[in-house]
């Protein structure tokens, strides 16, 4: 069983920057997909990137490209979503999840965090 924890979230004005955490309980992250995911109000969620600990693979939905940057620690147990620029449109309910794999194959996650709130809003 792997336990996450979101941080991170809050109220930021347009253009802002925030840093969300994911800390992993449980079991280590090696050979896992841990992705970060979005869900906003009306909305499906939608995946907005993932990193693969087994080789570092990182990839990104493309509204976020450029501007959010997956990353992990290790010694730490710890995935970090660093977010700059952001817009209005990327207030959500911010998740990771786990998943045993690789990003580039991994369709559906095993275990998920609480979520945390990121406003976007002047």
């Known amino acids: 069983q792997v336990q996450l924890v979101e941080s991170g979230g809050g109220l930021v004005q347009p253009g802002g920057s925030l840093r969300l955490s994911c800390a992993a309980s449980g079991r280590t992250l090696d050979y896992y997909g841990i992705g970060w995911f979005r869900q906003a109000p009306g909305k499906e969620r939608e995946r907005v990137a993932c990193?693969?600990?087994?080789?570092?693979?990182?990839n990104y939905e493309d509204s976020v490209k450029g501007r959010f940057t997956v990353s992990s620690d290790s010694a730490k147990n710890t995935v970090y979503l660093q977010m700059n620029s952001l817009k209005p449109e990327d207030t959500a309910v911010y998740y990771c999840?786990?998943?045993?794999?690789?990003?580039?194959?991994?369709?559906?996650?095993?275990?998920w965090g609480q979520g945390t709130q990121v406003t976007v809003s002047s």
């Open positions: 999840a786990a998943v045993e794999g690789h990003c580039a194959v991994v369709v559906t996650f095993d275990y």
């Open positions: 990193i693969s600990s087994s080789d570092g693979y990182t």
